[in-house]
């Protein structure tokens, strides 16, 4: 199921906009949950990562469109922002933010259906390529090539990644279990890798986003093994 949120001052768009994606996912044996805003400002109090797609209108009274996509691509660089607009100039300002695209009012359904669906498609792709970190004070969605390696410390997970380190209780082996899909292979008791950010492979160690961690006797065959056969896929 996909989350949808509709940030929208006009009622009567909003539910126009609403009915839209009952009929689509009607139509496409899709279910939805909708989560409809007055205005920026609502969507922004505690914001968390959760939606898939946001539907966004740029002309606002209190919060408009633009600033609040801006606020949330400073928490949330994944979710897919479409903009609703009647006002056409606004469209090369939404490139800024990473608008996907945007859609002219008045919406008809024939249009809303074509920009709905290309945003779905790349909701899925980043769904596939995302995991969620549940942290002290909020859920992170973070993609998994964003992460260098993970390490436990006194049953606290840290997740070393591109914009840096989050730490939340869990154990290794959970959280081998979930990123096995994207090509992570245990080098020792304590540390998970990204094989895509392996740069320099020693005798008893692994270079990994600038960092050098142990490879321990007991995990070595399996971690080569993992890295071989890592490398012969993406060449």
């Known amino acids: 199921m996909y989350r949808i949120a509709i940030v929208e001052d006009e009622a009567p ?3 126009e906009l609403r009915g839209y994606i009952e009929r689509y996912g009607q139509e496409h044996g899709q279910e939805f949950s909708v989560y ?5 400002s609502e969507i922004l109090q505690n914001y968390e990562p959760r939606y898939d797609v946001i539907l966004l209108d740029i002309e606002m009274p209190r919060v408009g469109g633009m600033e609040a996509a801006q606020a949330i691509r400073e928490v949330d660089e994944n ?3 479409v903009f609703i607009t009647n006002m056409a100039q606004y469209a090369i300002k939404g490139y800024s933010v990473g608008a996907l695209d945007f859609v002219m009012k008045p919406v008809s359904y024939y249009t809303f259906q074509m920009k709905f669906t290309r945003a779905l498609e790349r909701a899925a792709k980043r769904r596939n390529e995302e995991i969620l970190l ?3 004070d909020r859920i992170q969605r973070i993609g998994v ?4 390696y993970v390490e436990v410390q006194d049953h606290m997970l840290h997740y070393h990644t591109e914009q840096g380190e989050y730490v939340l ?3 290794l082996q959970n959280a081998e279990k979930q990123l096995a899909p994207y090509h992570f292979a245990r080098c020792n008791h304590w540390y998970i890798v990204n094989l895509a950010h392996v740069q320099q492979v020693k005798r008893d160690t692994v270079v990994v986003a600038g960092h050098e961690l142990e490879i321990s006797r007991r995990a070595r065959t399996g971690f080569l093994n993992a890295l071989t056969d890592y490398i012969g896929g993406a060449s």
């Open 13 to 15: 768009c909003r539910e």
């Open 36 to 40: 409809p805003f007055a205005d920026g």
């Open 79 to 81: 979710v897919v922002l």
């Open 134 to 136: 549940t942290l002290p």
């Open 145 to 148: 090539q964003q992460i260098h």
């Open 169 to 171: 209780r869990g154990t």
